[in-house]
T-cell receptor, first 110, second 116 residues
Framework: EDKVVQSPLSLVVHEGDTVTLNCSYEVTNFRSLLWYKQEKKAPTFLFML????IEKKSGRLSSILDKKELFSILNITATQTGDSAVYLCAVKTSYDKVIFGPGTSLSVIP | ETGVTQTPRHLVMGMTNKKSLKCEQH?????MYWYKQSAKKPLELMFVYNFKEQTENNSVPSRFSPECPNSSHLFLHLHTLQPEDSALYLC???????????????FGEGSRLTVL
């Protein structure tokens, strides 16, 4: 059965800290890995990763994929209170099936 | 505004009612999804439609019935639901060429369902 695991499940940090969120997966027919941020409502897209070792960056966020070891990390540097959210990792497989992990709940305190 | 619109945003229904959730996407995508999000549980994939054909039915009870009349619209028909079906139901869409390319999901704001 296809599975996506995230760790930690929750995290509390102070503003300015750097955090690393982890995502590992076991799926058949991997196509891509996606990261989303969910605050109160709909998840918003952050990154899509398809190739190993190529870092994607957007401001203070970055992510990388290791297809050999079947994991990805999401880094957030110089965290701000606005980064408080649930970060979701998802894997897309064949026939466009997209499976989500349980999420990491990040709280950034001033 | 993500280009994916869901209605209604909130729905309260009894266990004997029949209702429908609607999703419309204005992005020209050809894959559409229904997810269920319950408290303290991961997003659960319910159905996937690819080029209007259902390609995934993730062991969903028959009291949930999807309909995809065209690539822009997706419905979830609900009947004789149970209180444990109360959740946020999220619709999403993505672009795929059915072969080697598949893009990210764009989500609607969700329909909050309460079953009494």
């Amino acid at each position: 059965e296809d599975k996506v695991v995230q760790s930690p499940l929750s995290l509390v940090v102070h503003e300015g800290d750097t955090v690393t969120l982890n995502c590992s997966y076991e799926v058949t027919n991997f196509r891509s890995l996606l990261w989303y941020k969910q605050e109160k409502k709909a998840p918003t897209f952050l990154f899509m990763l398809t190739s190993s070792g190529i870092e994607k960056k957007s401001g203070r966020l970055s992510s990388i994929l290791d297809k050999k070891e079947l994991f990805s990390i999401l880094n957030i540097t110089a965290t701000q209170t606005g980064d408080s959210a649930v970060y979701l990792c998802a894997v897309k497989t064949s026939y466009d099936k997209v499976i989500f992990g349980p999420g990491t709940s990040l709280s950034v305190i001033p | 505004e993500t280009g994916v619109t869901q209605t209604p945003r909130h729905l309260v229904m009894g266990m004997t009612n029949k209702k429908s959730l609607k999703c419309e996407q204005h992005l020209g995508h050809n894959a559409m999804y229904w997810y269920k999000q319950s408290a303290k549980k991961p997003l659960e994939l319910m159905f996937v439609y690819n080029f209007k054909e259902q390609t995934e039915n993730n062991s969903v009870p028959s009291r949930f019935s999807p309909e995809c009349p065209n690539s822009s619209h997706l419905f979830l028909h609900l009947h004789t639901l149970q209180p444990e079906d109360s959740a946020l139901y999220l619709c999403a869409s993505s672009h795929t060429n059915g072969l080697d390319y598949t893009g990210e999901l764009f989500f609607g704001e969700g329909s909050r369902l309460t079953v009494l």
